[in-house]
């Protein structure tokens, strides 16, 4: 099954021999990353295993929202709102990126009050979000058949297109000196007296002082490699993205039994609203004690299966020497088999909710592998055990948004600044130094 069609980025044909940092990860946080520090002038190698934004940041929904969000995530979201609004003109390339709104409906007096109370997150930064009662929603969308309590309404929350994201911010890290290098898979990184010195590409090694791991759903496997456990599981969405329709819903829509967002061309992506597949793999033993909390509060919303992913991933190497071919060359992009059966009663779902989708005409089908953490929380750190490595992952379905955010706090890590926000929320030693790993539901 194909992947969505992706705004195609050349990487450049020359391997640097040294420079300032290597981002590992052409997908958004990466290419963020990478372009936040040409920016600051520092030369950079930005290294994908396949294509720029071939993996989830071209799959994800595209929605730019700070509504609704793990509350330790919201001051980064604050920023990221801001930096979306003038991305397109930084970037020199259109995302797709509009303010349209966000809408979270409300089934019951329970979850009305449960949005009312997690709107008091956005008080100190005074940004338009508010509730609306069932009439209020109604008079919103008078041919909506939804019969609800009422909604949280984001209006500052927009939507991009995730096929142009990546590859627009990786273009202009190129074009702010920045050397982009695809199908060029990192096997590791060397080190000398302990700290960072290079690293080693399939096609050669190169020279630097610190390096970034924006992996995704790889960046455990990276990680272990090297020694550090990195908790990290995947999450498989499945997506329809529909022809150009007449009549639907301007602003994104989310329903227990359905999400979607207008497109671009005039077309919706559509999902479930909760549901996910959750293949059981080896690492589902070995991290299980790490996620037993999430899976308590997210087991109504997950799909397990056990099938041929299990013994694919059985045969992966957890170890491998730099002078040896690694596993991310063996698999350039994850592009798993999307799930038929949820995709289609989410449009079931939305056609019941909005007639307007009875004549939605299906033109492509594909799923994502989300990388999950045990908290749900990103990790944005340096790894103290390594000095000059650094890692950038696990934004368990929220990193589309976030993105341009999150690479400007990575940034402001690798180069000592202060950072834009407080990042210990996001420190890769909560997970072995005893902190109380949290999830926070509902979100």
């Known amino acids: 099954m194909p992947g969505p069609y992706v705004v195609p980025v050349h990487g450049d044909a020359e391997l640097p021999e040294k420079v300032d940092v290597v981002v590992i990860g052409g997908g958004i946080i990466g290419s963020s990353t990478a372009l936040e520090l040409a920016e600051r002038g520092l030369s950079v190698a930005l290294c994908e295993k396949g294509g720029i934004g071939h993996e989830q940041s071209s799959r994800n929904w595209g929605w730019v929202r700070i509504s609704r969000r793990d509350p330790r995530e919201v001051p980064l979201m604050a920023e990221a709102l801001r930096l979306w609004s003038n991305l397109d003109k930084r970037v ?75 590859p627009a911010i990786a273009e202009a890290a190129r074009r702010n000196g920045a050397t982009v290098l695809t199908e060029c898979a990192v096997r590791g990184i060397e080190t000398s007296a302990g700290k960072v010195s290079g690293v080693v590409t399939e096609r050669g090694p190169i020279a630097c002082a610190a390096v970034v791991l924006a992996g995704g759903a790889w960046s455990s496997l990276f990680s272990g490699n090297h020694g550090l456990r990195l908790p990290q599981l995947k999450v498989m969405n499945s997506v329809i993205r529909t022809k150009p329709l007449e009549g639907g819903p301007d602003q994104a829509i989310w329903a227990k039994s359905f999400a979607v967002r207008k497109r671009r061309d005039g077309g919706y992506t559509i999902a479930s609203g909760h549901e996910n597949v959750v293949d059981i793999v080896p690492k589902s033993f070995r991290f299980a004690a790490d996620f037993i909390p999430a899976l308590r509060a997210e087991w109504h919303s997950l799909r397990f299966r056990l099938g041929g992913r299990f013994f694919d991933e059985a045969r992966i190497p957890s170890r491998w020497s730099l002078d040896e071919a690694s596993p991310f060359e063996y698999n350039r992009v994850l592009d798993p088999q999307p799930s038929k059966k949820l995709s289609d009663a989410a449009l079931v779902e939305l056609t019941q909710a909005f007639p307007a989708f009875a004549k939605a005409e299906i033109a492509q089908r594909w799923a994502g592998y989300i990388d999950v953490t ?19 992952t696990g934004f368990s379905g929220h990193g589309f948004g976030i993105g341009p955010a999150a690479g400007r706090l990575m940034a402001d890590i690798v180069t000592n600044r202060t950072p834009i926000v407080d990042p210990g929320a996001f420190r890769f030693s909560r997970f072995s130094d005893g902190s109380k790993i949290e999830l926070i539901t509902g979100f």
């Not at 329970?110 to 930064?125: G, K």
């Not at 045990?374 to 950038?392: K, N």
Request: glycine share 6%; net charge negative.
């Open 374 to 392: 045990p908290d749900a929380v990103p990790v944005i750190s340096a790894i103290d055990s390594t000095p000059g490595f650094h890692i950038a």
């Open 92 to 166: 020199e390339a259109h995302t797709g990126y509009t303010r349209a709104g966000i809408i979270f409906t409300c089934e019951t007096d329970r979850d009305f009050a449960e949005h009312e109370r997690w709107n008091r997150n956005l008080e100190p930064y005074q940004l338009e979000s508010r509730m609306l009662s069932g009439a209020e929603f109604k008079a919103m969308f008078p041919d909506s058949r939804l019969d609800i309590k009422g909604a949280l309404y984001t209006p500052v929350d927009g939507r991009a297109e995730p096929q142009k994201a990546a």
